[in-house]
């Protein structure tokens, strides 16, 4: 079998792993996935099989549970299986579908691999899944990195059927699979450039991917190329002066070329994005004393140098209140807790008080700090708005943020800023029969 042997070869090329080494094999029970299981079980290499049941698409997708089951045993492999509630999550973390679908994937994976002595996971991408890949970064704006794609190996992901292009998979000799009917619709970006722009490039050009694979290996040494003289900048120019921090001379980084370039590669490895270098830019001749922040550094204008430091954001751990708690400590801060009938119960304006109605609630609730993406409806509101704008509107600093505990309900809920507001949704109102009270002290 030829595409065998490309496989062998592809894999010892790209050392994605000794022959021997256990790996886990994403199985979803399409046409590609399916595919890489039977020729890895046909290379005689040692591999689990993992299938992740996103319950989007109802009996469609159990039967893809029970196929890829099947194919696991027929193979005499171990098989992985869970559910996610994925639509839940999306809402829960205001992402999309396909970006809740993927994260609670590759957790879940990497979790699968660790607690199994698996060495890699192994996904089915695909030439067309490069081509596709690059036309969606080029659409949504990319550096460098997002020229070449997707990569046949990184960490602990590995491709190894990246050489074959969807054409060349269709030709194979037939084996069953599951057809994925979402894979038709074009409400999704990546489906959309799929059906609809790809067969127009391909009559421009039959070989695309060829072409693509030809380009991605170009920009890929290019990338390594960049690296190499950003690397060598950065020797040059950041002065260490403690173990986060770093001083700049900012006379020889302005006579960078290419300046753009040059000043995203060397700062977007700490979260620094286009956007903010180029208002640093702007800024380096101005007045000494402006701050550029990412979310976990910090850039000063300094008098002929730039301060490069990291901001103490350590989050800390969220802990569980349950209904019977009648005291609790998160980050250095102690809260009492009681509830009390609403015969007994006298409102309070008091910051420091969360005064909710108790059979809103339900328990465990969880205390942390504000993450990226909370949403809040603040007491008084009708709408919820991002708990980034609200602590902007009250002037609560970068820093400070994380030292504000964060009541969530179980249910995602945000009930309380402590010390600033309550949830308009869980305040007391006439219904209210018992009051769930907590107050910080210190």
């Given at each position: 079998?030829m595409?065998?042997?490309?496989?062998?070869?592809?894999?010892?090329?790209?050392?994605?792993?000794?022959?021997?080494?256990?790996?886990?094999?994403?199985?979803?029970?399409?046409r590609?996935?399916?595919?890489?299981?039977?020729?890895?079980?046909?290379?005689g290499?040692?591999?689990?099989?993992?299938?992740?049941?996103?319950q989007l698409?109802?009996?469609?997708a159990d039967?893809?549970?029970?196929?890829?089951a099947?194919?696991?045993?027929e193979?005499?492999?171990?098989?992985?299986?869970?559910k996610?509630?994925?639509k839940?999550f999306?809402?829960?973390?205001?992402?999309?579908?396909?970006m809740?679908a993927?994260?609670?994937?590759?957790?879940?994976?990497?979790?699968?691999?660790?607690a199994?002595?698996?060495q890699y996971?192994?996904?089915?991408?695909h030439?067309?899944?490069?081509?596709?890949?690059?036309?969606?970064n080029l659409?949504?704006?990319?550096?460098?990195a997002?020229?070449?794609g997707?990569?046949?190996?990184?960490?602990?992901?590995?491709?190894?059927?990246?050489?074959?292009?969807?054409?060349?998979?269709?030709?194979?000799?037939?084996?069953?699979?599951?057809?994925d009917?979402?894979?038709?619709?074009?409400k999704y970006?990546?489906?959309?450039?799929?059906?609809?722009?790809?067969?127009?490039?391909?009559?421009l050009?039959?070989?695309?991917?060829?072409?693509?694979?030809?380009?991605?290996?170009r920009?890929?040494?290019?990338?390594?190329?960049?690296?190499?003289?950003?690397?060598e900048?950065?020797?040059?120019?950041?002065?260490?002066?403690?173990e986060?921090?770093?001083e700049?001379?900012?006379?020889?980084?302005?006579?960078?070329?290419?300046?753009?370039?040059?000043?995203y590669?060397l700062?977007?490895p700490?979260?620094?994005?286009?956007?903010?270098?180029?208002?640093?830019?702007?800024?380096?001749?101005?007045?000494?004393?402006?701050?550029f922040r990412?979310?976990?550094?910090?850039?000063?204008?300094?008098?002929?140098?730039i301060l490069?430091?990291?901001?103490n954001?350590?989050?800390?751990?969220?802990?569980?209140?349950?209904?019977?708690?009648?005291?609790?400590?998160?980050n250095?801060?102690?809260?009492?807790?009681?509830?009390?009938p609403i015969?007994?119960?006298?409102?309070?304006?008091?910051?420091?008080?969360?005064?909710?109605?108790?059979?809103?609630?339900?328990?465990?609730?969880?205390?942390r700090s504000?993450?990226?993406?909370?949403?809040?409806?603040?007491l008084?509101?009708?709408?919820n708005?991002?708990?980034?704008?609200?602590?902007?509107?009250h002037?609560i600093?970068l820093?400070?943020?994380?030292?504000?505990?964060i009541?969530?309900?179980?249910?995602?809920d945000?009930?309380?800023?402590?010390?600033?507001?309550?949830?308009e949704?869980?305040?007391?109102?006439?219904?209210?029969?018992?009051?769930?009270?907590?107050?910080?002290?210190?």
């Open positions: 079998m595409a065998l042997e490309q496989l062998q070869d592809f894999i010892k090329k790209h050392a994605l792993f000794h022959e021997k080494e256990p790996v886990l094999l994403a199985v979803s029970g399409g590609d996935s399916v595919l890489m299981a039977r020729m890895f079980k046909l290379a290499y040692n591999f689990g099989i993992a299938h992740c049941n996103f698409r109802g009996k469609e039967e893809d549970e029970l196929f890829t099947n194919l696991a045993k193979l005499g492999v171990d098989f992985f299986v869970t996610f509630d994925t839940a999306a809402k829960q973390n205001h992402v999309s579908i396909q809740a993927r994260d609670l994937r590759y957790q879940w994976l990497e979790t699968i691999r660790e199994n002595n698996y996971i192994a996904l089915a991408h030439q067309n899944d490069v081509v596709e890949t690059i036309l969606l659409t949504r704006g990319t550096g460098i997002g020229l070449h997707i990569l046949a190996k990184k960490g602990k992901i590995i491709r190894p059927i990246l050489f074959l292009s969807r054409e060349e998979i269709v030709a194979m000799p037939p084996f069953p699979f599951r057809e009917s979402s894979n038709l619709s074009v970006a990546r489906n959309k450039i799929r059906l609809e722009v790809i067969p127009v490039l391909k009559q050009n039959p070989s695309l991917e060829q072409t693509f694979e030809a380009n991605r290996k920009f890929e040494e290019l990338e390594t190329l960049l690296k190499l003289r950003v690397e900048i950065r020797i040059d120019l950041f002065k260490k002066l403690s986060d921090k770093f700049i001379n900012l006379e020889k980084i302005q006579k960078l070329v290419p300046l753009n370039t040059l000043l590669e700062f977007n700490y979260g620094f994005s286009q956007p903010v270098l180029s208002d640093l830019s702007s800024s380096w001749n101005g007045e000494a004393g402006k701050v990412s979310a976990t550094h910090e850039l000063l204008l300094d008098r002929g140098r490069l430091s990291r901001i954001n350590a989050i800390p751990n969220s802990i569980a209140i349950g209904y019977d708690i009648k005291e609790c400590h998160w250095e801060k102690q809260f009492s807790i009681k509830v009390s015969e007994d119960f006298k409102l309070s304006a008091e910051a420091q008080l969360a005064q909710l109605d108790y059979d809103l609630l339900n328990f465990p609730l969880k205390m504000w993450q990226h993406g909370d949403f809040f409806q603040a008084g509101m009708k709408v708005k991002k708990l980034s704008d609200f602590f902007i509107e002037k600093s820093n400070h943020k994380k030292d504000i505990a009541l969530e309900n179980g249910n995602g945000i009930v309380w800023i402590a010390g600033l507001r309550i949830s949704a869980y305040k007391i109102s006439p219904n209210t029969k018992k009051v769930f009270i907590l107050e910080q002290l210190k």
